[in-house]
């Protein structure tokens, strides 16, 4: 029946309205059961139509709700019966429904509601959700809340439950933090009277809307509402959420609003749950804390709402579970979680003292508050809090401490022992921000207490030194460290006795950590002692160091043994301390016999500022190569193994590139110049230059010794191979480039030319780092610097000309290489001068290298150079290229072959350059290169032929002409021209030789080329017949010019000449 009526109501006929309004007017005197099914029905389709145009129909649906509301049992929502149907009747009727919700929240009541009661109720309610006044809004939600309590029956209120959630979840996320928490109550409330199976829809919302990215009004209202509805559904519901909720507040992945969201509960939970949640704050408190942290400020500050929240629920009543994890979070590494820690333990102390009604001027010390181990306690911990190395943080701290203490002096003194107890545990801590802490406040007792805390401190840092764990020997240095630094120095004289032996203990315990903070001990009493400390330690550790010698580096291998230990000890010192521990070392280190160690330690002094060691040069290259020169005997024949040398050039080649890494230009300057020194000294009496060898042929005629003494030579290569280092550390650190003219005498001396073998490899070495390290832009400019260097190496001192022979050192693997890189480059980029320079250079390069050595270099340095002779360049540049070709094809041999075309193109070419050297070379080139092409030496032949009948110029001519009878002399006796060449090259000569006009030097260079050609490579015939015809009877016939004649007779001259050669 209900549905039609329902569907009548709302018919176009009044008279059909006002039935159907009677009819539902008269269901309220169905039975409870009935009426609380229909009426959530029936109830808005009377206030839909109460408004009615129909006067009738107004009036029965004004009866309607009366006939429904006379069957509310609930006496005091009976008495409100017409005023909630005014609101009812009357939507738009503010006034009303204001009055209406005042009445239901003003009521007291002590009855539950019934089903009729919730009908006229839940209407006005779910309106006033959806005002726009926040006001009306909570109003509503404190309704639903208590009537959702009152309710009789919860089967009852479930219809509408889905009109009030949206209403009310919105009301969750409303601007107004006082609304949120009464909607946030209403949710817990209906949460606890509908059960867990009616909250579908209600959880998973609040768990969205936690982790909402819109704004933080909704992720704090959605807290507040999940807060309360976890409370209505019990602990266990809470447990069983927890570890989530706790995973999503810490997890660093996660969008900020989502930590934020989700650490934002905390705010509500501990005042929500009470007593039942104090379990879990050693669990939670810890996130809270590590979120103080957090990179975003929104998710610092909901933390540290949380915390403090806890620290107001839990405060006075539960604070030993508060205290651990706070005094944990102000000796985090994270100067936030420290200054929030120290604030939320000054609000706990505040609550504490509250609790027990102290005063706000009362001393923590002096109430009768926890034990006093544990007062005591909380204030060492804030007293130390106070040396926080963040300003913020001991600001925080002062502040905190001058709110709970009056009088410090006496404070300290009660907490003193205690105070020391934490100090010596902070120190002895794996946590650095303890121990920094800790140590620092040990300064300040120190500078305050001095003459009563240090006898008590020295016998227990003694003792803790012993400790098996390095961060607490550690800590203990770094204790110490701020006694001295703080202590005057006259208590700290007095101390001194107890605290070296322990400091050198630790200068070589094998944790670095405590050797740092060791040395840092040693270089303050340095500062605040003077040299009385020296002696004491530093010459203690060189002793230990330096007693016994090393004679092998495998008996005393790098990062392992105390010496080790100690060698970085004495690093650290250096570097603390580089003018007295410097000296010291020098003195120690430098003195013979140097062994393995000393070398490190000299090593070692690379630490110090650049000034302060580079000035010792001398020192520290002595030192260096002795250690070479003179090994300590390994062998019973007081020999040294040879496996033992290798490792300590090793050693000494480390040791020196760490020492050149650290120079600067100025430094680089006293170390090159030490070296070339200790070079001159050691020089021997004769090398394999040409003066060396007129030296050693007048030694070995007296009798004499090569070397003034046997020991050069090994230390010739040792300063060879410290230049090596040298160059190769000057990669990066220094520009050697202006030291070029000093290095390069002494560099040639030992790289090429040295007497000994091993020294001629190290000298090369150090000779092609140095190359390689500068750059070839860069040392193409010392072409010429070069070139004259080596003219003094082959530089006869008797005739002053260059002496034919080969230098040693260019015969060694890729002798040639630091060479040909600079040359190349002067050939190719460098200015015209530069490019002569470098030809000349390459030329005598060449000249003086073993062909083995030069094989692999051919081809790599006549290209360039054919190129470069091709170009329009100055006669002087080609000239002198021309020359170096001609030296390669001398020294060459076969491998130029490739090169044959090139050549001839090029030497052919010459031949009528305008410059009289240039053509002159170029003859002399292609004379040179007949022997090379052998048997294929016809294409040449015909090249200079076309040359001759191309050049009208007199002198080029002459020139080509003077070519081509070399070319014709120096063909071999097997070299057969065909009778086309013979033509050409008859063809060619015999109008030069017989002209009327002619050039004198062209005529008679076409003479002595005729000559040769008959000679040498015409057939008997045609010699017989050019005799008798064209030379013969000319010059017997007077009709025959006098020029022709000339050069017919200079022809027979050569021709007769050749013959009988």
Known sequence: VLPVLLQKVADRQWRTKLGSIELLGAMANCSPKQLAGCLPQVVPALCDVVSDTHMKVKEAAHEALKAIGSVITNPEIQALVPKLIVSLTDPSDATASKQALDALLTTEFVHSVDAPSLALVCPIVTRALRERGSEVKKKAAQIVASMTILIKDRRDFLPYYPAILPHLKQTLVDPIPDVRATAASACGTIARGLGEDHLDDLLPFLFTTLKSSESAVERSGAANGLSEVLVALGPSKLQQFLPDILNNASDV?????????????????????????????PAVLPTLLRGLADTQEPVRNVSFRAALAMVDQYGSTHTALLLPPLEDGMFSVDWRIRRSSVELLGALIDRILKGVGAGSQAELMSSE???????????????????????????????????????????????????????????????????????????????????????ELMPIFMLTLKSPESHTRQGVCIGIAEVIASAPKSLLTDHIPELLPALKSSLKDPSRNVRRAATRCISMMLEQLG??????????????????????????????GERSHLLDSLEQLLLLQPGPVFRETMKVCCAPPVDVIKVRAVAAVAVCPPAAFQHSSDKIVTTLVASLTDPLPTEEDGSTDPEVLKLLRQEVSAAARRLFGRIEKEGASFFLYSLIRALQSAAPLHDASAGGRLARKQLEEKGLEMESDPQNPSRRAALSSLLEDLFEASRTEVELLSFVKSILRPLFSVALVDPDSVVLERGMAALQTFARVATKEELSTYAGDMKEELKRLVEDPVTLKEADFTLPGLSLKNGLEPFLTAYQHALMQGSNELRERAAQALGQLVSHTEEAALKPYVVKTTGPLIRIAGDRF?????????????????????????FLPQLQTTFVKSLGDTAEAVREKGASALASLCPLAGTRSEPLVNDVCAQVASQTVPEIRAATLVALADVLKGLGESVKLSKTAQEKVRGSLLPVVTA????VNARAAAARALGVFLARHADASEVSSLLSNTLLQ????????????????????WLLGFSQG
């Open 1034 to 1053: 000319p010059l017997q016939s007077g009709s025959v010019e006098k020029d022709s004649k000339l050069g017919l007779a200079l022809t027979l001259s």
């Open 996 to 999: 009327k006009e002619e050039d």
């Open 874 to 898: 100055p006669p002087v540049v080609k000239a002198a290229i021309l020359d170096t070709l001609l030296v390669l094809l001398q020294r060459g041999g076969a491998n130029m072959k490739p």
């Open 531 to 560: 040299p009385a400390c020296l002696d004491d330690a530093v010459k203690w550790i060189l002793e230990s160091l330096t007693s016994p010698p090393v004679t092998d580096p495998r008996d005393a291998p790098p990062g392992s």
């Open 253 to 281: 992945n996660s969008p900020a609003e989502v930590r934020e969201g989700y650490l934002g509960l905390f705010i509500f939970l501990p005042a929500a749950f009470k007593q039942d949640f104090q379990d879990y704050v």
């Open 369 to 455: 508050v926890l034990s006093r181990e544990r007062r005591a306690f909380i204030l060492s911990s804030l007293h130390i809090v106070k040396s926080d190395e963040s300003p913020v943080v001991r600001q925080v701290a002062n502040s905190v401490w001058k709110s709970v203490v009056n009088n410090t002096p006496r404070t300290l003194r009660e907490i003193l022992p205690i105070l020391m107890e934490r100090l010596i545990r902070n120190l002895g801590s794996d946590n650095l921000e303890k121990q920094r802490g800790a140590g620092r406040c040990l300064g300040d007792l120190v500078q305050k207490l001095g003459e009563r805390v240090l006898p």
